[in-house]
């Protein structure tokens, strides 16, 4: 057998009894347990119905063996889409579970025409600045004092980091 072209592709790995669901108010106690165990500064409880309920948003949980072990938030606006909270439960994170979500987010994004995906992380969450550099999200931007560095004080301040995410469109008129 004679091989007339060699395709290097990416090998991707696909998350077994994984889905992706639209995020739901019914699903906020999961949500919360996920978001005050992910984040030292986590959403309350009315932020997170908030950012739910608004219609513009787009919102998805990740559903791992009949469990919500992940969500995303993001906000489309034209081209562009921000992303406004993402977690995952402690137990399952450096498994390829927020990658995953990310890319279920980009393909529905991509469907729309939006061409950029944004973010903004806190200068001191080095470890989800690697994970979305390795996603090939770009530093644009940095927001001097923008986030309170603790409760305790809240005039502690540390930047915010921006962050893009240039994707290709399928659907673009």
């Known amino acids: 057998m004679k091989?007339?072209?060699i395709t290097k592709t990416k090998l991707t790995t696909k998350l077994i009894s994984t889905s992706?669901?639209?995020l739901l108010?019914?699903?906020i106690e999961s949500v919360l347990l996920i978001e005050r165990q992910s984040s030292n500064n986590p959403w309350t409880q009315t932020q997170l119905l908030e950012s739910i309920k608004n219609p513009v948003n787009l919102g998805y949980s990740l559903i791992y063996k009949s469990e919500i072990i992940g969500y995303l938030i993001a906000m489309p606006v034209i081209e562009s889409a921000d992303i406004l909270n993402i977690a995952i439960n402690s137990s399952y994170q450096r498994k390829?579970?927020?990658k995953a979500l990310i890319e279920h987010?980009?393909?529905a994004l991509n469907k729309r025409g939006v061409s950029e995906v944004l973010l903004e992380v806190r200068q001191?969450?080095?470890s989800a600045i690697q994970f979305y550099l390795a996603l090939g999200f770009k530093e644009i931007s940095v927001r001097k004092n923008y986030y309170t560095k603790n409760s305790n004080d809240p005039s502690v301040k540390e930047d915010g980091i921006i962050m893009r995410l240039e994707i290709s469109t399928t659907n673009k008129t």
């Open 25 to 27: 108010e019914t699903d």
């Open 124 to 126: 001191s969450n080095v």
């Open 96 to 98: 390829g579970f927020g």
């Open 20 to 22: 992706f669901n639209q």
């Open 105 to 107: 987010l980009v393909q």
């Open 3 to 5: 091989l007339d072209t």
